[in-house]
């Protein structure tokens, strides 16, 4: 089995029989060649989503283009049991781990209230707030040591917060607490970590600082990401953090040799894909195995489609920053270590970009016909009883082919 560890893999062929590396090339190929088009596909339904907005079949839009790469190297390590706490830029990583779906994404920016078909927040929260059924139809608890969850995300920015301490801590009780052993279905012996995602202008938010605080007194497995894209909307990152860097703010957390408490941290950067796959197995296998809290400052992410759908970055990002912004996107550079490493050719990523495109177009389609397919069924019937007169209109309290006027 090939593990996410790339550069690590592709060292390792050159000690391998000829057959075996022949086997694991072509895994580790089709591992990265998937990952490869899931971003695209996560890229194409950004774009297709904020056109749906501003063409008007839908009210509001906020995605995760730009930070594509970075949640499919985390998504590698979420595993069965595993929570996750984030915010709304996580599209990617929640199709990764199979938490969403293209065509429910697309139910939740319509604002589809049919939980079978929106089961993330069945129209009751904006788009991209996601959210695991934890209850079955019976009201008994679905069964969290063998799914992948995640609470559900508000919009207070930083509010998914603090509820990282309860869930990574009930995994350190989990484990420590003979007489919780009985509780199969909650927990496998305290192995899970519990995820959160923030962006870095929210890590200014006082929630954050007490999460991380209590984490690394408390020593829980959790693990928290920081998509740093050096913008809170319009305010860039110098303006908002101490020394512009998350990481560098937080190091008189750092756990050292021999302390009690603290936390690891790791720096990365958003168009790396070797580099974050390498650096979010090292620091999942440390929160996991060992129960100590891990900070994962994703730095260089970029914003595509800007902010959200009310406004245009172009407007106060400098041009500059725009240019890097193309340079460094994720996708490009993912391609270009692709084509280096000869893991695939220009044709078959072209293909890949084909395919992600025509799936994306496929679920927005489908989605949109099944939220309108009511709608329509209630209009035509509308239709129908004014024209047979049929109407009982509340304010007269007469059927329309009684009135006389
Ligand atoms: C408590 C709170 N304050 C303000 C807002 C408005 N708001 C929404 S997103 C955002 C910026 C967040 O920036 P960042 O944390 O860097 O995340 P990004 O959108 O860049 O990924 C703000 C200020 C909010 N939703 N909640
Ligand atoms: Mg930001």
Redesign the pocket.
Same mark, same amino acid.
Request: proline share 3%; hydrophobic share 25%.
């Given at each position: 089995m090939i593990t996410s560890n790339t550069k690590e893999n592709i060292r390792n062929f050159q000690d391998d029989t000829e057959e075996k590396k022949a086997i694991q090339f072509e895994d580790f190929r089709r591992e990265v060649l998937n990952d490869y088009k899931l971003a695209h596909l996560s890229r194409q339904m950004s774009l297709l989503a904020r056109r749906e907005v501003l063409s008007g079949k839908a009210k509001f839009g906020?995605f995760g283009d730009g930070?594509e790469i970075a949640q499919i190297a985390m998504a590698r390590q979420f595993k069965e049991g595993d929570w996750r706490s984030g =915010? =709304?830029?996580d599209q990617t990583f929640m199709l990764a781990t199979g938490m969403t779906t293209p065509k429910q994404f697309f139910a939740m920016l319509y604002g589809e209230t049919r939980t079978e078909l929106n089961p993330d927040n069945g129209g009751r929260s904006m788009n991209n707030h996601f959210g695991s059924r934890l209850i079955d139809p019976d009201g008994n608890w679905i069964n969290q040591a063998e799914n992948k969850n995640t609470s559900s995300d508000i919009?207070?920015? +930083? *509010?998914q917060m603090p509820r990282l301490v309860g869930l990574a801590l009930a995994s350190k009780l989990y484990r420590e607490q003979p007489e919780l052993n009985h509780l199969k279905s909650f927990s496998k012996n305290g192995n899970e970590v519990a995820f959160g995602t !923030? +962006? &870095?202008?929210?890590?200014s938010?006082g929630l954050f600082f007490e999460t991380m605080n209590a984490a690394a007194v408390l020593q829980i497995p959790m693990a928290v990401s920081v998509? &740093? &894209?050096g =913008? *809170? !909307?319009s @305010?860039p @990152?110098d303006l908002?953090t101490v020394k512009a860097s998350i990481s560098k703010a937080l190091k008189g957390f750092e756990k050292q040799k021999g302390d009690a408490g603290g936390i690891l941290i790791f720096e990365g950067f958003g168009w790396d894909y070797a580099g974050l796959c390498q650096m979010y197995e090292e620091g999942i296998r440390k929160c996991r195995e060992e129960h100590v809290p891990v900070l994962f400052h994703v730095k260089e992410l970029t914003?595509p489609t800007g902010?959200?759908t009310s406004g245009s970055h172009e407007r106060y990002k400098p041009k500059e920053r725009l240019e890097w912004e193309k340079e460094k996107d994720g996708l490009l550079q993912m391609h270009k270590w692709i084509l280096e490493t000869k893991l695939a050719d220009e044709a078959t990523l072209n293909r890949l970009e084909t395919e992600a495109q025509e799936e994306a177009q496929a679920a927005q389609k489908e989605a949109f016909r099944e939220i309108m397919t009511p709608i329509r069924e209630e209009k035509t019937q509308l239709i129908e009883m004014i024209r047979t007169k049929k109407m009982r209109l509340p304010f007269m309290g007469r059927r329309t082919d009684q009135c006389h006027n």
């Open positions: 906020i930070k =915010y =709304y830029r919009s207070p920015t +930083g *509010g !923030i +962006g &870095d202008a929210s890590t938010e998509w &740093d &894209d =913008y *809170g !909307i @305010v @990152v908002q914003q902010h959200s």
